[in-house]
């Protein structure tokens, strides 16, 4: 099974509010973690990453925040626009045993906003 | 002009027929991937290849393989293709292991 996963397959949102996306890890030696986004027909575009020595980073009207704690990522996107209407995937990189590094991607969660 | 670039866009073959995916580079990354993606899946690690002598295979290699032709090119086979291989392709390069990952464009491939 998947060692990251979405809490919420798909989410809507008003455009102009706040949009929240939530991530779940299970390898606690994740030291890295990547969220993506993908529009119908293209391929993911990175959006923000954030390694394990940080809680929080801010881009763009987008804000990553990471719990080791409980091992969950969340993504928050500021007034959410139209063009904001996507999947996003979060990835964690781990280093399975012996190997070298490999990014593991979640399902996604479809982000609709709305008129 | 497209960092990572891949070749078809979009195919259609039969079973048992053999096929390639191409994918070029210009960002200079010795690192490079090939992912499948299902409808309401995640990606899953096809293989990959961290420099032009070096090859690995991912979570689900079998019925593929892989050429690292060039530090610019990464191109993947479907030996005898099979209707459980329809799914759309990413390629992806990095730079070093601590960065992310920049994926194509994709190839939509249906395998009737």
């Known amino acids: 099974g998947e060692s990251v996963g979405l809490h919420l397959p798909t989410l809507s949102v008003q455009e102009g509010d706040n949009s929240i996306i939530n991530c779940a890890y299970s390898n606690s030696a994740s030291d890295y973690f990547i969220w993506y986004k993908q529009e119908s027909g293209k391929g993911p575009q990175f959006i923000i990453d954030i390694r394990s020595n940080m809680d929080k980073r801010q881009g763009q009207r987008v804000t990553v925040l990471l719990n080791k704690t409980v091992k969950h990522l969340s993504l928050q996107i500021a007034a959410t626009q139209p063009g904001d209407s996507a999947v996003y995937f979060c990835a964690e990189n781990i280093v399975p045993s012996g190997s070298a590094r490999q990014l593991t991607f979640g399902s996604g969660t479809q982000l609709t906003v709305l008129p | 002009d497209a960092d990572v670039t891949q070749t078809p866009r979009n195919r259609i073959t039969k079973t048992g027929k053999r096929i390639m995916l191409e994918c070029s580079q210009t960002?200079?990354?010795?690192?490079m991937y090939w992912y499948r993606q299902d409808p309401g899946l995640g990606l899953r690690l096809i293989y990959y290849s961290f420099d032009v002598k070096d090859i690995n295979k991912g979570e689900i290699s079998d019925g593929y393989s892989v050429s690292r032709q060039a530090q610019a090119k990464f191109s993947l086979s479907l030996e005898s293709a099979i209707p459980n291989q329809t799914a759309l392709y990413f390629c992806a390069t990095q730079g070093t292991p601590q960065e992310t990952q920049y994926f194509g464009p994709g190839t939509r491939l249906l395998v009737l």
């Open positions: 960002k200079g990354h010795d690192r």
